[in-house]
């Protein structure tokens, strides 16, 4: 999955490759890295998403579709769940700021740089959500009989 995080890797493909079922596959790998398989596919995914914005000049949808995406569309919204700002603007900041990573081992700092996701993505916007319709009904203000 780390040299090809492109490509699909649906549990049934990844427990043949491990000769167990997919459900000790799922569960053992969950145990192993603390994250089901699809999560850890996508920080992977994020994670070389990044480098790219970071490191080259491709044009967004070009690593949208090299890091494994579909469509532009559900890679931005993807990445912007994920890392909280959109792909053209973490290019941005990452090009103002000045980095003296060249001294630091490149394992470093993709490490620095893998996004959290011990939350599904899914269930982040379910938050966010709730967090904003509480946000509302808190300003709305209540009329006095």
């Known amino acids: ?8 890797w649906p549990v049934r493909r990844l427990a043949s490759v491990s000769a167990v079922s997919e459900a000790h596959f799922a569960r053992s790998f969950k145990e192993a890295f603390g994250v089901p398989p699809h999560r850890y596919l996508l920080t992977r995914r994020i994670e070389r998403a990044k480098a790219l914005l970071r490191d080259t000049d491709l044009p967004i949808l070009d690593i949208a579709l090299q890091t494994g995406w579909n469509s532009l569309g559900t890679f931005g919204r993807t990445f912007r769940d994920v890392t909280g700002e959109s792909p053209g603007e973490l290019r941005a900041r990452e090009r103002s700021a000045q980095h ?3 001294l630091v081992p490149a ?3 993709s490490a620095a740089h893998r996004p959290d ?5 899914s269930e982040k916007r379910r938050q966010e959500s709730d967090a904003t319709k509480a946000l509302d ?3 709305v203000e209540q009329e006095v009989p």
């Open 107 to 109: 394992c470093y700092v």
């Open 100 to 102: 003296a990573l060249d």
């Open 137 to 139: 009904s808190n300003n």
């Open 1 to 8: 999955m780390d040299a090809a995080s492109q490509e699909e």
């Open 117 to 121: 996701l011990t939350t599904a993505v």
